[in-house]
């Protein structure tokens, strides 16, 4: 039974539905004692956690491994990056994030050398809330109008929006008008109707519910983020890892992995 957690509250997959309330899921994890729910441990962004949910319950049943999934981001600021994490003894066996995020934990010597690879690849989308009017982002000059007319944006914290707001942004000439009126609330403040647009990773936009996407950006500005896993360091769960990083590879795995809008790779 695979749990997913963000720094210690866990939600349920497979038998269990998927709970977003902590409270429903704290009280379950009250009832299943943590020895019977978790044998691997995997700290994934936010990119990648719609493609895993999906695999997990296959890897489980074909392995007999139950897997634990904590939430985190790639990089940026705060105590819910994945590198602050594990900086502060959060357990983890295996980690999945940006390419860009991977490099800082692979220099911080978090990683086992060259047990990293390359799993997917997603392109930035734009979604709005459902049945709102779709905006017109065919072009670079359309994608500017649509940003600088918006009431509100949003898009992550982590390594797309630090591409967004320090190189993007500034390039089309639009960081005055466009950075005072974003956030970092995510797709689900557009779905709630209290954000206009959202602006990110394809796999995080595809099957909201409250929400519908519109587009991938422009090709003169488009980011392709590339998702990487690798094992942690002191893992005492070293072989179970080993099976979930070749399930990855596996055709359950590309799968899901296309079915959150990502593209498989199997390059290192």
């Given at each position: ?15 269990w539905?998927?709970f ?5 899921a704290?009280s ?14 995997v ?11 999906e695999m ?7 392995s007999g491994?139950?897997?634990?999934v ?7 600021g705060?105590?819910?990056?994945i ?17 860009e ?12 050398t ?10 930035l ?14 072009t670079?000059?359309?994608f500017?109008?649509?940003l ?35 956030s ?9 109707g ?6 990110q ?17 422009p ?23 080993e099976?979930l ?5 596996s ?14 790779l199997?390059?290192?």
């Amino acid at each position: 039974m695979s749990t997913f957690a963000a720094d210690g509250v866990k939600f349920m997959t497979g038998f269990w539905r998927f709970f977003a309330g902590a409270a429903v899921a704290l009280s379950i994890s009250a009832i299943v004692p943590e020895s019977a729910l978790a044998q691997v441990k995997v700290m994934t962004s936010g990119g990648f956690a719609a493609p895993l949910r999906e695999m997990l319950p296959e890897f489980e049943k074909s392995s007999g491994i139950s897997v634990e999934v904590i939430l985190g981001k790639s990089q940026g600021g705060g105590p819910d990056t994945i590198g602050a994490q594990l900086g502060r003894g959060v357990a983890a066996d295996i980690v999945i994030l940006s390419r860009e995020g991977l490099n800082d934990l692979i220099s911080a010597n978090r990683i086992v050398t060259h047990s990293d690879i390359d799993v997917a690849k997603t392109p930035l989308g734009l979604a709005v809330r459902a049945g709102a009017p779709k905006p017109d982002i065919s072009t670079v000059e359309a994608f500017k109008t649509t940003l600088l007319h918006a009431r509100s944006v949003t898009y992550p914290s982590s390594t797309t929006g630090i591409y967004m707001a320090t190189q993007l942004f500034p390039r089309l000439g639009i960081a005055g008008a466009v950075i005072p009126k974003s956030s970092n609330a995510g797709v689900a403040a557009v779905a709630k109707g209290d954000v206009e647009i959202a602006i990110q990773p394809v796999s995080e936009l595809l099957h909201v519910p409250g929400t519908d996407f519109v587009a991938t950006l422009p090709k003169d500005i488009q980011y392709i983020s590339v998702f990487s896993a690798a094992l942690v360091t002191g893992s005492a769960k070293s072989g179970e890892a080993e099976k979930l990083m070749a399930f990855l590879s596996s055709a359950k795995a590309k799968d899901a992995i296309r079915n959150s809008g990502m593209e498989p790779l199997t390059s290192h």
